[in-house]
């Protein structure tokens, strides 16, 4: 079992930066694959960036690449998404989500375990 909690949402202009968090305990966070997702009102749940048990490959949704950056350190599991020129339309709820072994997928049934979400509002 391992128990996600998110942290770092909040307001921020367009073209703002936000640093999102996501701690982990329970089982050995080293032997997870980690991803973040986000979910819009009226949306489904979105594939925002996933990043390999050892932090060596990473993946990223086309609508983020090049202004969002996910990293994680196993000395303290955490993982977190860097958030850079922030529009309007990455406003939603963000989870962090984790899954066994090395796959990295944007499927969020291929996660197993999941946070409750950090808000995210872009908006002047």
């Known amino acids: 079992q391992v128990q996600l909690v998110e942290s770092g949402g909040g307001l921020v202009q367009p073209g703002g930066s936000l640093r999102l968090s996501c701690a982990a305990s329970?089982?050995?966070?080293?032997?997870?694959?980690m991803g973040w997702f986000r979910q819009a009102p009226g949306k489904e749940r979105e594939f925002v960036a996933a990043?390999?048990?050892?932090?060596?490959?990473?993946y990223y949704a086309n609508s983020v690449k090049g202004r969002f950056t996910i990293s994680r350190d196993n000395a303290k599991s955490t993982v977190y998404l860097q958030m850079n020129s922030l529009k309007p339309e990455d406003t939603a709820v963000y989870y962090c989500?984790?899954?066994?072994?090395?796959?990295?997928?944007?499927?969020?049934?291929?996660?197993?375990?999941w946070g409750q979400g950090t808000q995210v509002t872009v908006s002047s």
């Open positions: 989500a984790a899954r066994e072994g090395g796959a990295l997928t944007r499927s969020p049934s291929t996660y197993s375990y």
């Open positions: 329970g089982r050995t966070f080293s032997s997870y694959s």
């Open positions: 990043i390999h048990w050892s932090g060596s490959g990473t």
